[in-house]
DNA sequence: GTGGTTGAGTTCATTGTGGTCACAGGCGGA
DNA sequence: TCCGCCTGTGACCACAATGAACTCAACCAC
């Protein structure tokens, strides 16, 4: 369970918040605060792994406050939900290292999305990297999310692949995946290499054959 | 022009570094420092853009030291280069916002693609973010992700080789090695060699067996 | 020493998939 | 209708892994 702190002066805002984080499998709510001194002191006692912080309170600006929170916890995760729409602020967000920035107002689906992504990024970090390809493995993944394809991929498509992927008893070549859905198999790769990119499918080499080994992908559930 | 601050512990190193920034369009040395007293010292007088910084230092850890620099000059952006591998000093470097996280040793390209990236993404910046698009486009880096391995080689292939080798108890040759992952032996061969010349496996002959000696691969820690 | 044996290192042609490219067909706006 | 943009495709190399064949270094019997 992933331990959560929400951090917003509206007392109600925060009630939403907590509905919403407490509905997403794997996060649980352990506090929430009103203001920086209460969201300080909060952390000191209840150490949660993510703070959910709203950038305007009406003792401290959002911002300053990480500094103040790292103090007392350096290893907090901090995720940003506001309406500041300035681009100091945002700038200001990631180079404190925030690992996202949600802007108000948002739907459920919405946060859901970023903790889900928040979540497997966490757990995908290597005990030790060994190479600059890890490390960059560890910067890169706030890509695109789900919502938004990148140009070329079309949703019907996707949602074809996905259902093909998912069907499948155990994993899938992208030809199989191809005929199965009844599209060529360089699209039906395309698809399969952009959900592998984004985390949702699991690719795995199968060697043996003679000739290049083939890349068999798995849906994640 | 980016105004960048070197910071080495090793006077050389310092100056080699200088030397390839130097030759990037663009970007500019205002100084250089060896510790991290110097370092907080002359951010104040050169107030750079950039700080190149390696994580060992004489008088304090460089994770340490970012939120002093910060203290200082909230603004300032910071680029991790060390052989540090830990995955603690990534994630911690990750959670300070840092803009990359480079491995030593490494090249001119490397760390010009580097820099180029970075005042891509810094001229990027809209003014003002009007929508969670362009606040996602600001979060997530341009998925550059270049393959370091050399011609022959897979990243997928790659990991498997060497999760196999951390899981040996003691040391594996490539036969067992092949055998673990799957694949033959001189593709294991060729991956085990690879990570020995990198200096990540350390190798070792067997002798006492009839036949030709063996090589014995053990990751290094 | 010397030559034979042994098992691992090394080379290389083969192979079937991976990945790229320019184009086709379709849709929508001018 | 023409034009431009988007999505999917056939065709064409490039490429990673393979296994057979070869070379090599240590051991062993003489």
Known sequence: M????????????????????????????????????????????????????????????????????????????????????EADA?????????????????GFEDLRARLREYARRRASVPDQV?????????LAPARQLVNRLPKGLSQETADLVTAALRAAPDNLSAAECAEKVGISRVSARRYLEFFAAQGQAEVSLRYGTTGRPERRYTWRT
Chains 1, 2 share one sequence.
Not at 50 to 78: K, S
Not at 93 to 105: D, E, F, H, I, S
Not at 130 to 138: E, F, H, I, K, L
């Open 90 to 106: 945002v700038r200001g967000a990631v180079r404190q290292g925030v690992v996202n920035y949600l802007l108000k107002p948002f």
């Open 2 to 85: 992933i331990k959560v702190l929400v951090v917003d002066d509206d007392f109600m805002v925060a009630r939403i918040h907590r509905g919403f984080v407490d509905r997403v499998d794997g996060f649980e709510v352990v506090g929430t605060a009103n203001t920086g001194d209460q969201a300080v002191a909060a952390l000191g006692e209840l150490s949660p792994d993510l703070v959910l912080l709203d950038l305007y309170l009406p003792d401290i600006f959002g911002l300053d406050l990480i500094a103040r929170l790292r103090a007392v916890q350096p290893d907090v995760d901090i995720l940003v939900i506001t309406a500041a729409r």
């Open 130 to 138: 060994t190479s600059q390809a890890d490390v960059d493995r560890v």
